[in-house]
């Protein structure tokens, strides 16, 4: 269902370029509206910032990934122009992730300013854009450990520390995804095949101990498990697709973001995510720009 209407809205309509701006700019947006809200509504509990209105509460690892086109947007803009007015944004969308002690979160941020600093290299053909890119990490690494974390809560800063990975390690994800791949080997072949059915790891899994019932936590392994290694391939396919029609297009930025939330799915469930299907969305409009001549391109290109 959610692939088809991906699709539907992707592909059904030839979006103008006012209309692509506007969407490109609801993702910003939205990471901005991310911000507010987790100010105006987050608390601490669990040694971590929870976001929640009344008693509804959302997980801190998703919630993250609403901030990630924006920071990626930001982060990018800083190294190919340089201008110091785009190096508040980053910051605080980086501090704000930090503050929900999420790691699989943190994980995707550094992958997508790697990628942000790689990839304006390329666009520029400047290697000096590459030095700066490795400037402004290093020094946004540094403010962030030395000026942030000692100044927010101490036991959310714990979380990021070495010390912390070797006693808690991956809270419980390392010993899940090794009792579900066990079980996938000795299943049946067409278990194998097709897999239990759609949404059904957290009763696959009856390891004993609070983790059991849950979801693999690891977007990979849930489709092997639920719908098979057909579903783990398609899975796969689907995601170099994806990559290989923004490469296509020379939109770089959808490719970096597309690449922070595949590091995101390592260590998340994220099959109904709407961040990552609004950015998929994205991709196949701009794949339409491609059929265009190169009159209607100097007309409609999205710059």
């Known amino acids: 269902t959610n692939m088809g209407m991906v699709i539907l809205m992707g592909t059904s309509y030839k979006y103008n370029k006012n209309e692509v701006r506007w969407l490109e700019r609801c993702l910003i947006i939205s990471g901005w509206?991310?911000?507010?809200?987790?100010?105006?509504f987050s608390s601490f509990s669990q040694n971590r910032m929870t976001f929640g209105v009344g008693e509804n509460t959302k997980d801190s690892n998703y919630l993250c990934g609403f901030m990630l086109y924006a920071f990626c947007y930001y982060f990018k803009k800083l190294i190919e122009t340089k201008k110091i007015?785009?190096?508040?944004?980053?910051?605080?969308?980086?501090?704000?992730?930090?503050?929900?002690?999420?790691?699989?979160?943190?994980?995707?941020?550094?992958?997508?300013?790697?990628?942000?600093?790689?990839v304006s290299d390329t666009e520029k053909k400047n290697k000096r854009n590459t030095i700066f890119g490795i400037l402004i990490l290093s020094l946004l690494f540094w403010v962030v450990w030395r000026v942030v974390l000692p100044r927010i809560n101490p036991l959310i800063g714990e979380r990021y520390t070495i010390l912390y990975l070797q006693q808690y390690g991956t809270v419980g994800r390392t010993n899940i995804w090794a009792y579900l791949i066990d079980k996938y080997i000795h299943s049946n072949p067409l278990r194998q095949l097709i897999g239990y059915g759609y949404g059904t790891t957290h009763t696959v899994n009856e390891m004993g101990g609070v983790s059991a019932h849950h979801v693999a936590h690891n977007l990979y392994?849930?489709?092997?498990?639920?719908?098979?290694i057909l579903g783990a391939l398609t899975q796969i396919f689907f995601q170099i697709s994806?990559?290989?029609?923004?490469?296509?297009?020379?939109?770089?930025?959808?490719?970096?973001?597309?690449?922070?939330y595949i590091a995101m799915c390592m260590s998340l469930s994220m099959t109904s995510y709407k961040p990552l299907w609004a950015l998929v969305i994205m991709i196949l409009i701009y794949e339409q720009w491609i059929g265009y001549s190169n009159s209607d391109r100097k007309e409609k290109e999205v710059v």
């Open 242 to 260: 994806c990559i290989r029609s923004a490469r296509k297009t020379d939109h770089t930025l959808a490719i970096c973001v597309f690449l922070g």
């Open 221 to 228: 392994i849930d489709n092997l498990i639920s719908i098979g």
């Open 33 to 40: 509206i991310t911000v507010l809200l987790m100010a105006m």
């Open 85 to 118: 007015k785009y190096l508040v944004p980053p910051i605080l969308f980086f501090v704000m992730q930090l503050r929900t002690g999420s790691r699989g979160a943190l994980l995707a941020f550094i992958v997508v300013a790697i990628a942000s600093t790689m």
